[in-house]
């Protein structure tokens, strides 16, 4: 399952995290964002140890919304060292996804 992250807790599960982060941007009225959610939610069992996946709510943390630009849902932020590194907007394949996941490690 993955991680829900908020404002509270983004520096210490994300930017400070020794692994690559995987962070999706969503909502629940959004269908594309449902479609992908079991998706999001078996790369985070899979990939347990070797990266971390998150959740961000926009509509629960419109700051970090906002802080990373987030115009259209879901959108799917790549972190490497606490650093953006890569972008998914739109609803994709887990094998894209877990390529982009991967590219990182």
Request: proline fraction near 5%; charge should be negative; glycine fraction near 8%.
């Amino acid at each position: 399952m993955a991680l829900v992250i908020t404002e509270a807790n983004f520096e210490a599960e994300v930017v400070g995290s020794p692994v690559p982060v995987l962070v999706d941007f969503w909502a629940t009225w959004c269908g594309p964002c449902k479609m992908i959610s079991p998706i999001i939610d078996q790369i985070a069992t899979e990939m347990a140890g070797t990266a971390k996946v998150g959740k961000v709510d926009v509509d629960g943390s419109a700051s970090l919304a906002n802080r990373f630009g987030i115009r259209s849902i879901p959108t799917l932020l790549f972190f490497k060292n606490g650093e953006l590194a890569d972008t998914i907007t739109g609803a994709t394949s887990k094998d894209n996804i877990l390529a982009h996941l991967k590219a990182l490690l």
